[in-house]
């Protein structure tokens, strides 16, 4: 798993400097949100899933990442409402370990000042918004001093 943004490079699929390059291309143009309090510019960069239902998350994650086979997805849904809560939450982990994972290699290989996490985000489409969970980049903001 170590080597695992490597591979992904080494495939062509995933290029940490075309990421870098749209980071600071994004901030340049002023495409970016703050935090509550503006210390922190937010830059949502991919979605993982949309409008997820809170209580299938985990699951939704562990589907999408590939930790949950189509058997064991199927009899998720079969499950009473109880067994469905509980494995959730052990799906829910698991994603969260790997994203936890991913954030941190991502966070460690590029020049980019900041950090990478997953969380949600109302993405603006031209029609509608949509509640989004993805990948994201947040750094601070240096003060500007007249």
Avoid at 19 to 46: P, V, W
Wanted: hydrophobic share 30%; glycine share 6%.
């Amino acid at each position: 798993m170590n080597n695992h943004l490597t591979e992904l490079e080494n495939q062509g699929d995933f290029k940490l400097k075309t990421l870098e390059e749209g980071i600071k291309a994004r901030i340049n143009n002023g495409d970016f949100g703050y935090n509550s309090d503006k210390t922190k510019r937010r830059i949502f960069l991919k979605t993982v899933i949309t409008d997820a239902e809170g209580s299938h998350i985990g699951v939704e994650l562990a589907n999408t990442y590939g930790l949950i086979s189509k058997k064991d997805l199927n009899d998720y849904y079969e499950m009473t409402d109880f067994d469905q809560v509980t494995c959730n939450i052990k799906y829910e982990l698991k994603a969260k370990k790997l994203e936890e994972f991913f954030s941190k290699e991502l966070s460690k290989k590029t020049s980019l000042s900041g950090d990478f996490f997953f969380g949600w985000e109302d993405v603006d489409h031209k029609l509608v918004t949509e509640l989004c969970y993805g990948l994201c980049y947040s750094e601070d903001i240096v003060p500007v001093n007249n």
